[in-house]
């Protein structure tokens, strides 16, 4: 598993390949430099006079609702569509679901266009499993590990998608398999966006990946993984930051094989 | 006084309030990372559908017209006059007052909402009164600290708010007390938006804060103490912004109450 | 040459041009922060409620179409209608041309407010001159530089504007001459938007130069300069970034005259 996840990460470096990613405000310039890190080659653009165009010629889509409103929700909702209709991988990250009834919709309507992978928090797992299911029992909001787990069950099979739960353990689940990646570090909470870099490389390597699933878990494990070796050299959150994308970019297999912390069952 | 600032400081580390921005996109990253290095919860969102809502659940609220346009303003309306509705305390800040008339007659409507705070540069102040007011003598557009001085008493009695000159020194009037904090270094001016992460701050410690003249004192001294503290460890203005974040992070009460130069009146 | 490209620089640093920006949302904060560093006093507005009267107190204006929509290109338009009725000089940065049909027919469109420079890579350049022309020969999609040049001199001859070309070398086309540029190093490419950052500090140099092509020049020359020794500090690009940013700002004479590879003809 370890070197085959390091295969995965070679491979985003060597394909490149185009991830279209349609973001929030507040993560796209961090998104952009991690992508770029990483290997890949980021686009972001949100017209709806375009954007199928643009899915057309990317290898996979990122769609994060973090600064959503109605011309861009609509945009993301053209997207989905289309990389569903002419199988785009994609990525669903739901930012801030349950926080309003607004984004509760929009994540009810993208989920209708089947993400290949769906990467958030505990809380954020829990509250899109509400909304998509009248089976409430164990789902509930005290965003406990093992309640998001029975949540991102509900997901997997109503949606045959992934499901990724991110937090101290990375939870990956798909119909076949559980993927548990403990890397990562507590200061990374501190810097905004991580979790929204963690969905768009997720994006590049379900682009390159034939087994979705490890893509996903060699994703997380290179974004924890540097994060562990950057806050080493930094004295806080900004320049953990800085340093992480030096370390996406730099990482030798050495330094992942050695760090991985991995468990499939 | 030094030691209430340094509880205040202290107390947005241990209550972690949730702020809500509607900021100008330039700044949001930073402004985001900058809240959370103070120990904050920013949310970033615009949406007129999920506004309200948004609104209900955070602490405070900061409006930072940078990059406004007939969209986003319209959210600002709908966030101040809920902000004011339901008594949650809300920073303003008129960034760019004067330059347009647009901008003018925006400000003009978000006045109306009573800001808890109002923060800007001299010219902002200056404009701002200008703006809401038939009173011009001694209000002209030259810039000079006397002058916003005059400017900001003419809010404060009109509006019952808070304001802060933000400059070599920041001035900060209140109904029954003016503070002058004289930290910070000329270096931050060329790096973008920290005037952005001042309001954002501010935001911060009203949400915390009982004196909130008291708050905006410490959020200023703050970000001025970690500013000259990141200018000793910085090449030039790219350094500054990342320093300045990780000075946030892990700033000291030794540092903070050694550097502080507070004077009351 | 070299002195008189020094000169430019410091021309810059001494008047401090007001550049309005159009830009997009990955690039904004470092376009505004190089700028800052290089002297420059970037304004960031897209409304149409005030774009002209923006446009009216800048020296000089920027539009760059990376993340551009329906709302966002009108304010494209009216910006450039604007800066050429009044005879600002502008930068028309051309992100994606080609990529799909709306941005091509925007472009289009843009072309007729005859910018005073475009500057894009090889790719964009190409795709440029193909919308805009009935002559094809010669101007095919394989983005070698001889194309590109070819693309470029049939824009300078339709549009009587400056082109420059970005690359391992910048070359930049005037009615009257060919500048070559041979700074930079390929670690920038990894970084996101430095690209959108060249079509800034171009159009705060055209705001003070005289000879505007020896204005891009010396923009280009500093960015490239700045991002060689950079590069020697970093340890990646999230460094890079920072580095470049205050080696911007810290420019001596001799680093930039040692270091400046040029070719005119």
Request: some cysteine; glycine content about 6%.
């Amino acid at each position: 598993m370890e070197k085959n996840l390091w295969q995965q990460v070679q491979l985003v470096r060597q394909q490149s390949p185009l991830v279209h990613n349609i973001t929030n405000y507040v993560v796209m310039n961090n998104t952009a430099n991690a992508l770029l890190a990483a290997g890949a080659s980021p686009i972001m653009a949100h017209a709806k006079s375009e954007i199928r165009e643009m899915i057309n010629i990317a290898h996979s889509v990122v769609i994060n609702i973090g600064t959503l409103d109605e011309y861009w929700s609509e945009s993301m909702l053209m997207a989905a569509e289309t990389a569903n209709a002419i199988h785009k991988p994609w990525v669903l990250d739901p930012v801030g679901a349950g926080a309003t009834s607004f984004r509760d919709q929009i994540l009810h309507q993208l989920l209708q266009f089947h993400p290949t992978v769906i990467r958030g928090n505990a809380s954020e797992i829990i509250a899109l499993a509400k909304i998509n299911t009248t089976v409430t029992k164990g789902v509930d909001s005290t965003a406990e590990s093992n309640d998001a787990v029975e949540a991102a069950q509900i997901l997997v099979q109503q949606y045959n998608t992934i499901v990724c739960i991110s937090g101290e353990t990375d939870i990956i689940l798909s119909p076949t398999q559980t993927i548990q990646i403990k890397n990562g570090h507590s200061l990374m909470t501190k810097v905004t966006g991580l979790g929204c870099s963690a969905s768009a490389l997720a994006g590049a390597f379900i682009a390159v990946a034939e087994d979705k699933a490890a893509g996903i878990a060699a994703a997380m494990s290179l974004l924890g993984i540097a994060g562990e070796l950057a806050v080493r050299e930094s004295k806080g959150p900004g320049s953990l930051q800085v340093n992480l994308i030096d370390k996406l970019y730099n990482m030798t297999e050495e330094e992942f094989t050695s760090h991985l912390k991995i468990e499939k069952s």
